[in-house]
């Protein structure tokens, strides 16, 4: 199995940075891709960014592109978040898949789960 812990979230202006963790432990070489969501309340959690370990391909929503930057080494994670927005406000969270299927923001392609770290942005 796999076990992923977030770090990094926090509080900061609109116009702001931060860059959130993700650590992977376990059956760590079971993993095809790697993705960040985030879920705002009284919203569906919604695909922020992926990227796949072999080939290295990133998708972003269109939302966050230019703005964020995800990156993987050593078994951990990256979501470089810059010119942040109030409205990036919300629970971001880490997420693996041992699959290739599907669209490559699909969350139900995605096994494991992080518990999550907030983000806030005030604007």
């Known amino acids: 199995q796999v076990q992923l812990v977030e770090s990094g979230g926090g509080s900061v202006q609109a116009g702001g940075s931060l860059r959130l963790s993700c650590a992977a432990s376990?059956?760590?070489?079971?993993?095809?891709?790697m993705g960040w969501f985030r879920q705002a309340p009284g919203k569906e959690r919604e695909g922020v960014a992926v990227?796949?370990?072999?080939?290295?391909n990133s998708y972003y929503a269109d939302s966050v592109k230019v703005r964020f930057t995800i990156s993987h080494a050593k078994n951990t994670l990256y979501l470089q978040m810059i010119s942040l927005k109030s409205e990036d406000t919300a629970m971001y969270y880490c997420?693996?898949?041992?699959?290739?299927?599907?669209?490559?923001?699909?969350?139900?392609?995605?096994?494991?789960w992080g518990q999550g770290t907030q983000v806030t942005v005030s604007s």
């Open positions: 997420a693996a898949s041992n699959g290739y299927s599907g669209r490559p923001m699909d969350p139900t392609a995605f096994g494991t």
């Open positions: 990227i796949y370990l072999g080939g290295g």
């Open positions: 376990g059956y760590t070489y079971s993993i095809y891709r």
